[in-house]
T-cell receptor, first 110, second 117 residues
C-alpha cells in the first residue's frame, strides 16, 4: 500500500533555513509534491519533482529526492514569518491522484 | 492563476439536517474534481473523484448515500452531507483539474469547516 510519513512539527528562527523531511513507501511513485496550507485555507502547490530527478531548485525552495531511500526533503532558505504554515508531502504513482502525508507544521519565530 | 472557489467556508448545522458544499472552477473547465476530508492534525483523505456527466467514484469506506456528489457541469461539483451527525464534523476540501494527466495543475478550494451540533 501507499504510505507517506513526515514529522508533525518544525520550529525555526526567522532568517534560518528550514528543512522538512518526508518518506514514502510506493516505489512506483512518479511525481512527488510539496503543498502549503495556511490556516483555514486550501492547499497551494509549491513545487513538484519527477522521480528521475534528484534535485529541483525554485527561488528559496530546494527539493531533494533520494529515490533509493524513498526520502524527499524541502529546504526553505531565509525562512520568513509568512512561511509559517502546514507543509504536505504527497506522492503519485500514476493514478493522477496524490497520496498525502499528515503535514508538518512549520513555526517561524523571531 | 487558476482559481477554485469553495462555498461555504464554514457551516454549523443541527444533527439530522443535510448540508451542501459547492466547488467551482472559476476560469477553467474541470472534467475531474476531487473531494477530500481532513481531520485536525491529519492528512487529507480522498473521499471521492467526481467526473462531469458521470457517477462519482468513491474511495473504500466512504458511504455514497451519505456523501452525495453531483458534477453536473464542467465548472461545478457539489458534495451533500446527508443527515449529518457530529462525527461528520470535519474540514472538507475540493480540488479540480483541467484534465487527466495534468499532474501539476491540481487546484484546491479554500475548504469548508463543517460543525454538526
Amino acid at each position: 500500500g501507499e504510505d507517506v510519513e513526515q514529522s508533525l512539527f518544525l520550529s525555526v528562527r526567522e532568517g534560518d533555513s528550514s528543512v522538512i523531511n518526508c518518506t514514502y513507501t510506493d516505489s512506483s511513485s512518479t511525481y512527488l509534491y510539496w503543498y502549503k496550507q495556511e490556516p483555514g485555507a486550501g492547499l497551494q502547490l509549491l513545487t513538484y519533482i519527477f522521480s528521475n530527478m534528484d534535485m529541483k531548485q525554485d527561488q528559496r525552495l530546494t527539493v531533494l529526492l533520494n529515490k533509493k531511500d524513498k526520502h524527499l526533503s524541502l529546504r526553505i532558505a531565509d525562512t520568513q514569518t509568512g512561511d509559517s504554515a502546514i507543509y504536505f508531502c504527497a506522492e503519485e504513482g500514476g493514478s493522477y491522484i496524490p497520496t498525502f502525508g499528515r503535514g508538518t507544521s512549520l513555526i517561524v519565530h523571531p | 492563476g487558476a482559481v477554485v472557489s469553495q462555498h461555504p467556508s464554514w457551516v454549523i448545522c443541527k444533527s439530522g439536517t443535510s448540508v451542501k458544499i459547492e466547488c467551482r472552477s472559476l476560469d477553467f473547465q474541470a472534467t475531474t474534481m476531487f473531494w477530500y476530508r481532513q481531520f485536525p492534525k491529519q492528512s487529507l483523505m480522498l473521499m471521492a473523484t467526481s467526473n462531469e456527466g458521470s457517477k462519482a467514484t468513491y474511495e473504500q469506506g466512504v458511504e455514497k448515500d451519505k456523501f452525495l456528489i453531483n458534477h453536473a457541469s464542467l465548472t461545478l461539483s457539489t458534495l451533500t452531507v446527508t443527515s449529518a451527525h457530529p462525527e461528520d464534523s470535519s474540514f472538507y476540501i475540493c480540488s479540480a483539474s483541467p484534465g487527466q494527466g495534468s499532474r501539476e495543475k491540481l487546484f484546491f478550494g479554500s475548504g469548508t469547516q463543517l460543525s454538526v451540533l
